[in-house]
């Protein structure tokens, strides 16, 4: 259920005042759907677009005086049930209703929020239990940078649905089923004949391992024809493969929680073999309603649009990938019962799971969306991280970079740009901007500065800060772009303090912090004793966009996109620094009304960091 108070997006508000109005306007239709966006010009802050489309189906029905399609809009606009909401309202064209909202109703949903918490913003969703499937790293092999999008990005879809009341069942579909732990295994065996009593540490390096095997395998027919009997025991249940297995998916569950501790990533453990015992099941389901057909000694199901057929029995009587998430889908619909699962992936796999997806509605799994709404399914596919010279991100060696060295570097280099800025500090005391950025970070800083002299961070503090620095500059470097883009992974580019990046946001998010700091006023007092005003322009643009918040997360949502919470926090950034420009805060009249706004966007942003798994380096 939404908290108490929420309202919902203004979007959604404005709608429901739209559909009271086209009830009174048109009665004879009732099939209308408010059509609400923002403005696209600056007549007003949104419009309605229903004239247009309603004219055809209103024009001589009886009871109706409509003569074009701007009467209708006339009538929208009049019919809008009184509310405290809207200023005012203007009819453009043929029918476009702008609509201009008041400064006393922003400043009033901004104080609202400011008294009862961010959550009142959460726009209202329609789905209560989301599978979201995510990171799924292979076992044994490089856990690469596609993983480490995945993991951000599905890290953030999660965050921001739990932040409006969905239940989310985070699942790592981890590779640990398949021909390769034939070989491993085989390859554990005459490696460590006495692996039994050895720790997970002996068989040290698993890529190493693994790559050692593969050689070994492809080199070598009577390992092959070993490795392959070893899979056949393995899936037979074989007592000691099974342990051997085991142990091998043990050391890489634990390299793969290394990383997700340190990104913070919460993730739960569902990999394909936990499918494997329900494919027969699930593959006789859909052999009865003959949507399984042989085809040169595999057994397939033909899709349309789709040259080739979806193999789900390989010839040699296997199962594979998508036999695997085929069950896996039907387990998440009835079982998990989730009414919308969402699979994190790179863009290569979408053919896959387009198939796997219309298969399920072949199967009746899904509903027609034309009819019914959920459960459905989504894959939010993502594009390449390239590197400096444009080909996919790789290290000299050209091997696939390893994800813990890329964050230890994140680390280390933000913590040099820290370094060489605390070295700075005596010298360059006009060096606005840096040393801004610098001091706005502790205010232990700002009373230094005050006093013409500052102290060195302590060990701890400049480890600290470096690592939230720098993770968060990796996780927004890539959640900023269109997902569906590919994007040049540069340490220079996402530790620069200028720009759209982490580093910026997290100096802009300090120097409101600091400008709160700077005033006398105690801001718990003043959520329940001032009020906002939004007397300048930049004021109430600020204001504006402050509430638009739920929009933006709305949207993130339905889209799936999380770059466009990063639009919509740089803006702010921005709009925050023109309304500082323009309207002093400390010691001005309007102070009070003033840091209610640098409060609100501090928590604003802070619940976007908080989405985008950025924790702000700097606190009051
Ligand atoms: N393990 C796969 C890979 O690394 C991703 C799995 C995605 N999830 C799924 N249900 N297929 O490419």
Redesign the pocket.
């Known amino acids: 259920a939404p908290p108490p108070g929420a309202a919902g997006s203004v979007k959604q508000h404005i709608s429901s005042l739209v559909a009271s109005s086209l009830r009174a306007t048109a009665p004879q239709v009732d099939d209308v759907q408010p059509m609400v966006e923002v403005c696209a010009q600056n007549f007003g802050d949104y419009q309605c677009n229903n004239a247009m489309g309603l004219w055809p189906r209103v024009q001589g029905s009886p009871g109706t005086s409509f003569r074009n399609p701007n009467a209708i809009g006339q009538a929208i606009a009049e019919n809008l049930p009184a509310c405290d909401a809207i200023e005012s309202t203007s009819v453009a064209g043929p029918g476009f209703v702008n609509i201009v909202l008041s400064n006393t109703w922003i400043a009033k949903r901004i104080q609202d929020m400011l008294v009862n918490g961010i959550k009142t913003w959460a726009p209202i969703v329609p789905v209560k239990r989301v599978v979201l499937?995510f990171s799924?790293?292979?076992i044994a092999k490089e856990m690469h940078v596609g993983?480490l999008r995945s993991t951000i990005i599905g890290e953030t879809l999660a965050r921001i649905l739990q932040f409006l009341n969905v239940y989310v069942l985070r699942r790592n579909?981890v590779?640990d089923w398949g021909t390769q732990f034939g070989m491993l295994i085989e390859f554990l065996f005459e490696k460590f004949p006495n692996w039994e009593e050895l720790g997970s540490q002996a068989i040290g390096d698993l890529q190493l391992f693994y790559k050692a095997s593969k050689e070994r395998f492809d080199n070598d027919e009577e390992f092959k024809v070993r490795a392959q009997q070893a899979v056949v025991r393995l899936q037979g249940g074989g007592e000691k493969y099974r342990t051997a297995w085991k142990r091998i998916c043990q050391i890489s569950r634990n390299e793969f929680d290394e990383v997700y501790k340190l990104l913070d990533v919460q993730l739960e453990e569902k990999g394909e073999s936990f499918y494997n015992p329900y494919i027969p099941q699930v593959l006789e389901e859909l052999s009865n309603q003959g949507l399984i057909e042989e085809s040169k000694g595999a057994r397939v199901i033909f899709i349309e649009g789709h040259k080739s057929p979806l193999i789900v029995v390989k010839t040699d009587g296997g199962y594979n990938y998508a036999s695997t998430?085929l069950a896996?889908l039907w387990y998440r619909l009835n079982v998990e019962k989730a009414e919308w699962i969402i699979?994190v992936?790179d863009v290569g796999?979408q053919q896959h799971f387009d198939m796997i997806f219309k298969a399920a509605k072949m199967a009746g799994w899904l509903p027609d969306p034309n009819e019914k709404k959920f459960p459905k399914t989504s894959h939010v596919g993502f594009g390449l991280v390239l590197g400096a010279d444009g080909k996919r991100f790789r290290t000299r060696s050209t091997e696939v970079v390893r994800l813990r060295d890329l964050l230890d570097e994140a680390k280390s280099r933000s913590k040099s740009v820290l370094v060489e800025l605390l070295d700075k500090k005596g010298k360059q005391y006009n060096c606005g901007f840096l040393f801004a950025f610098l001091i706005t970070f502790q205010v232990k800083y700002e009373v230094r500065f005050c006093s013409g002299k500052l102290v060195d961070w302590t060990d701890e503090e400049l480890d600290k800060t470096s690592k939230e620095l720098g993770y968060g500059a990796v996780k927004y470097a890539d959640l900023k772009n269109n997902r569906l883009t590919n994007y040049t992974f540069s340490f220079d580019q996402m530790l620069s303090v200028k720009g759209n990046t982490a580093v910026y946001l997290q100096y802009a998010h300090a120097r409101i912090c600091s400008i709160i700091g700077k005033s006398n006023m105690d801001v718990e007092d003043l959520k329940m004793n001032a009020s906002i005003s939004l007397g300048h322009p930049d004021e109430r643009a600020l204001g504006l966009h402050l509430i638009r918040f739920s929009e933006a997360v709305e949207e993130a949502c339905n889209e799936l996109l999380p770059s466009v919470l990063c639009d919509y926090l740089y803006n702010l950034s921005e709009m925050f620094t023109r309304f500082y420009t323009s309207c002093q805060v400390v010691g001005s009249e309007e102070e009070p009304s003033r840091v209610l706004l640098c409060e609100a966007t501090g928590i604003v942003m802070r619940q976007i960091f908080q989405f985008l798994g950025i924790t702000p380096v700097y606190k009051l």
């Open positions: 499937d799924s790293p292979n993983h579909h590779g998430d896996a699979y992936t796999q």
